[in-house]
C-alpha cells in the first residue's frame, strides 16, 4: 500500500508510475505532477508542475515549482495519471547536484 511508505517512496513511485500528488505545503494543499527528484545546492527538493492550489503572489496557481522535502508537511499519490514529461523545456529550471527519479 502506497500510503504505507516513507515519503522519499511515495515520491519514487508517484514520479515512476506518472501518478499526480496532493502536497501539503507550508499549510496549503496544492495537486502537482511530480517531475524531478533529487538534491539541488545541499538540500534535498522536488520539481512539481502544480495544477491546482494557491498561488503565490504575482504568480498563477497552475505552473512550475520546487518544494524543499523536508518541509513537505503531507504527501498522498493520488490515482489519476498524467501524460508524463513536458518536453526538454521543464529540464531547464533548475540544475542538481544528483536526480534521484526523473519522469519521462
Not at 499549510?27 to 494557491?54: C, K, M, S, W
Not at 497552475?62 to 522535502?69: P, S, V
Not at 533548475?94 to 534521484?100: H, L, T
Request: charged letters at 30%.
Amino acid at each position: 500500500m502506497v500510503d504505507d511508505l516513507s515519503t522519499d517512496a511515495r515520491i519514487r513511485f508517484a514520479i515512476d508510475n506518472r501518478r499526480l500528488i496532493e502536497v501539503r505545503y507550508k499549510r496549503a494543499t496544492r495537486i502537482a505532477e511530480p517531475h524531478d527528484y533529487g538534491v539541488q545546492n545541499g538540500e534535498e527538493r522536488l520539481l512539481v508542475f502544480q495544477r491546482r492550489g494557491p498561488a503565490r503572489p504575482g504568480h498563477p496557481p497552475i505552473g512550475w515549482g520546487r518544494f524543499e522535502t523536508s518541509k513537505i508537511e503531507a504527501l498522498t499519490v493520488l490515482d489519476n495519471t498524467f501524460k508524463g514529461s513536458r518536453g526538454q523545456s521543464y529540464r531547464d529550471h533548475c540544475q542538481w547536484d544528483v536526480i534521484y527519479a526523473r519522469v519521462k
